[in-house]
């Protein structure tokens, strides 16, 4: 047996043995293929099936209805500083943040790209070492 370690960091995580054995199988041949599930076209049937699987998976576990999409965007955390304001700020409205640490001054940086955002507080001068009093915060009345 393999030395198993267990990685409790924000991220990758451990997997149960069974799932990376069965990954390994279908890296050399994925049900039959004759490929690895890496080197099969997005455009496969065999593909489509993986995502049609994925969806459904999603749909039972979450309790997704038939009338929302379900999207796979690569991307990560990061993607969404882009998604939200793209999805939820309207066009020539203003954005407030505060900017408490490395992430939300990663999302203020993205959401500027994409329009008008403003600080309400920035909190990196102080090393991001407290969170501002509500009184601190330069608010927008008309942001989004």
Known sequence: MTRRIHNFNPGPAVLP?????????????????????????????????IVAEAQADLRDL?????GYKILFLQGGASLQFAMFPMNF???????DYIITGTWSKKAFKESQKLGTAKAAA????????HLPAQSELKLDPQAA
């Not at 700020?89 to 954005?95: D, H, L, N």
Request: charged letters at 25%.
């Open 62 to 66: 979450l309790g997704i209805p038939a």
């Open 17 to 49: 043995l069974e799932v990376l054995q069965h990954a390994q199988a279908e890296m050399l041949d994925y049900r039959g293929t004759g490929m690895s599930v890496m080197e099969i076209s997005h455009r496969s049937r065999e593909f489509e099936a």
């Open 122 to 129: 920035n909190l990196e001068a102080d090393n991001f070492n």
């Open 89 to 95: 700020r309207p066009a020539g409205v203003s954005a």
